[in-house]
């Protein structure tokens, strides 16, 4: 039983040391940005829940039909919507949800945080989820909870000590 709970929190404690080496090499190595969908305006492509991961790109790499992340308003709201329609006089973005009925006010570029280069449905909930203060302290007890369990684990077993036997002593001819 000890055996097999210390491969399980080896193991857990391995995938969670993967995740954020991965998660640094995303945002750090390669500059993006990790970001949840938070609304079904992007559905059926882009459902609630998704991990969309955004790449900074230029104006001249947006293309119609790209969906883009970029900030709508002062209270600094990100938005991902696709683009539907470019002026490249002024550099202003006109996109549109998906499952909305009108397209929303054009957007300057510079309020552009990139482009949604893939995404991974579901995983955004556990960004939504450690986005609050109880998300963050609920993740850091279980990190903390499966490094206890596997330093516990790891611990060896007291085994029974043999008492060294003395060596026959070689009796000469």
Known sequence: MKKLGNIISNILLAVLLVLLAVFLIIRFGLHMELKAVLTPSMEPELSVGSLLFINPTSYEDIQIGDDITFVRDESLTLVTHRVIQKDDETQQITTKGLANNVADAPTAY????????FSIP?????????????????????????????????????????????EEEQQQE
């Open 110 to 117: 510079q309020n552009v945080v990139g482009k949604v280069t």
């Open 122 to 166: 579901l995983v955004g909930y556990i960004v939504i989820w450690t986005a609050n203060l109880q998300g963050k302290i609920i993740c850091g007890i279980i990190i903390a909870a499966l490094v206890a369990v596997s330093i516990i684990f790891s611990g060896s077993s007291p085994e029974k000590k043999k008492e060294p036997q003395p």
